[in-house]
């Protein structure tokens, strides 16, 4: 388990996810209300950038097929078996960290 940087917390001034590839895989990060959020980018549907899609109340809808996964737990609203990965969100300073764990 170790920390990626990801952004400078300005860069969230202007934009409200960023999307990076660490370790072949791709992670969007979320700038809610005042909160960050970081998911990995796949939908576990068929794969679709979740980092595209709306956002309300901390919950993501994929633009292919709406599903809706929480941001804070990554559980799939309508299928409480159905996780994506999130990643734990460090600020330190005015950096912007994620947890990555390669074993998740
Ligand atoms: S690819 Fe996301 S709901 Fe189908």
Redesign the pocket.
Known sequence: MYTVKIANINEFNEQKVKIIIHDGTPIAVFKVENEFFAIDNR??????S?GD?PIQDEIIT??????KFSLKTGQAIENPNCFIKTFPIIIDGDIIKLVYDSKR
């Open positions: 939908c576990p549907h068929r794969g679709a979740l899609g994929c633009i292919w097929h709406s599903w």
